[in-house]
């Protein structure tokens, strides 16, 4: 056991791949021999751009220092998703990754406030969540000391290349060439060895595969299948485009429903990400690239960038020697920016599961592929949550979304909460109450009761109840300071001073 060191090579030089690669490297480094392979012809996605609050625990595992990070990188700060027109049309409202209001052993705020709410003596809901005004008030107080909640807005590009100096750091290999073949052995039909157009064949003992949607060793060599889940969740493309900053960066992604998808809106240090998320049956390329370009806040600053994408989930996650992570092992959809975080959490997931010598159990690649079936169904079903609860009716799209079925799991919940307000959250669950709650009832699925044990309090007692959260909530928003002038203090990129690189 003690001279037991194994062989992992990375498929795939992408987001996921230079995460894979940093965060095994560094974190057993005496265990493993990393090396990955990348091909700079065929390159990354390069769009990936909002993430959410998980990536800051990645980024402590890794040592990486929070200001280095986010000047290196063009980050801005995140503190959830304002999306607008989903419920209804003129809709606004903001999932914000705060907790809101205060709970109590019985049952949520939610049932307080709905009762509250009957009272007339509450606020709007977003009133009651530091987060999600600081996000109205463009403020954010950044670093770990503050107990914010909050994630970044980066450059795609640079964040690859951050991440890839890191692994470099921690003795990864990188090798440049185009992955050929993928061999496998004959009689185990574990992957032996991967061919590159220069001839070199690379082996290893367990191959991850971030190739990205090519999924070249888990399905172009080892025919693992993928589950679709497009009947939930219908759109199929997208269109990015990049454009100037235009004015103070706001410290939330937007997302704007229109009437066959959606449209992003990430604003980093240096630019803006903007994109179109649309169904291909109810909107064409041309007439979706025209939307989008119409409905720029500033002046493009790159081309248009088509994608077409499968949702779903690769059926086994693992088979024999190879792990699929990043896109080979699956897609939901950028609506929740989920896509970095499931990656990093197979990565965490292979990390806690380590082989411990080098046949890998059945039952070790069992448990593995359970709890990434678990997470990806979960993650699933928030995401269709934000297509089917809505009263639009004003397109084709729209109706489909809101008549389709859903999955038995998600149809259960969204009764129960309707019915009781009460919502169960499973353990690990990677979207809590809060996050749901604020989903649901910003896109007006609002429970038809509260629990009981809320009258027991009087309405004065109620009253003070709300005052109190919300005195605090105020005060802390107003200690804030302004977004762009913390990001000036704490994290101004090189290129954002206009300085050289
Ligand atoms: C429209 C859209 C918007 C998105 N927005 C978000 C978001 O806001 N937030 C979020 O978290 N995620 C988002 N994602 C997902 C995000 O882009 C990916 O999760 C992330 O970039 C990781 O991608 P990857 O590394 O798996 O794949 P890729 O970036 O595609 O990397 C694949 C790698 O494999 C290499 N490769 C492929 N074939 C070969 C070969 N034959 N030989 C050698 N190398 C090869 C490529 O060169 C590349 O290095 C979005 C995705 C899409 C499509």
């Known amino acids: ?226 589950e679709p889940y497009g009947q939930y969740l219908p759109c199929d493309s997208a269109i990015a485009i990049q454009s100037e900053i235009s004015g103070e960066p706001r410290p939330y992604t937007q997302a704007i429903a229109h009437d066959a998808g959606w449209q992003w809106r ?16 109810h909107l064409s390329d041309e007439n979706a690239e025209q939307l989008l370009l119409k409905n720029l806040e500033s002046r493009p600053i790159t081309e248009s960038r088509m994608f077409r994408y499968k949702t779903g989930r690769r059926i086994e996650a693992w088979k024999n020697n190879c792990i699929a992570i990043g896109l080979a092992s ?31 159990s059945n039952t070790l690649v069992a448990e593995f592929n359970q709890q990434t079936k678990t997470e990806m169904e979960q993650i699933r079903d928030f995401i269709i949550m934000h297509y089917n609860v809505t009263e639009r009716d004003d397109s084709e799209f729209w109706r489909y979304c809101k008549n389709m079925s859903i999955p038995e799991t998600l149809k259960h919940r969204l009764e129960l909460f309707q019915q009781t307000a009460a919502f169960p959250i499973m353990e690990k669950e990677l979207f809590k109450i809060d996050s749901w709650i604020q989903v649901m009832m910003g896109q007006r699925l609002v429970p038809e009761s509260y629990h009981p044990i809320v009258d027991l309090l009087s309405k004065k007692e109620l009253e003070g109840f709300f005052y109190s959260i919300l005195t605090k909530v105020r005060s802390s928003v107003e200690n804030m300071p302004g977004h762009q002038d913390f990001i000036n203090q704490y994290c101004k990129s090189k290129e954002a001073e206009g300085l050289p690189k």
């Open 266 to 281: 990430i604003p980093l240090q240096t630019r803006v990400g903007n994109g179109l998320v649309y169904c291909s049956r």
């Open 1 to 226: 056991m003690s001279d037991y060191k194994l062989n992992v090579v990375v498929a795939g030089g992408g987001t996921s791949g230079w995460m894979a690669a940093a965060a095994i490297s560094k974190l057993l480094s005496d265990k493993v021999n990393v090396t990955l392979i990348e091909s700079d012809e065929i390159g990354r996605i390069g769009v990936g751009e909002a993430t959410i609050p998980p990536l800051r625990e990645f980024n402590r595992l890794l040592g990486i220092d929070e200001q280095d990070f986010m000047s290196s990188i063009n980050a801005t700060f995140k503190l959830g998703i304002e999306f607008n027109n989903w419920g209804r049309k003129d809709d606004s409202y903001i999932h914000s990754f705060g907790v809101t209001g205060r709970d109590c052993w019985a049952c949520d705020f939610h049932n307080f406030w709905l009762k509250g709410k009957n009272e007339g003596i509450v606020e709007d809901f977003g009133q009651y969540c530091v987060e999600l005004q600081a996000a109205r008030h463009k403020r954010i107080l950044g670093s770990d000391q503050h107990g914010v909640n909050y994630a970044y807005h980066l450059d795609a590009g640079l964040y690859a290349q951050y991440l890839k100096e890191l692994a470099l750091k921690n003795n990864t290999r990188r090798l440049e060439g185009k992955i050929v073949s993928v061999n496998l052995c004959e009689k185990s039909c574990n992957i032996k060895s991967l061919s590159l157009d220069d001839g070199m064949l690379v082996e290893g003992d367990l191959f991850l595969d971030c190739t990205g949607f090519k999924a070249l060793l888990i399905e172009g060599a080892l025919n693992v299948q993928y």
């Open 330 to 360: 699956g897609f939901l959809e950028p609506v929740e920016s989920t896509s970095i975080h499931i990656a990093m959490s197979s990565i965490l997931r292979l990390l806690r599961l380590f082989p411990v010598d080098k046949t890998f």
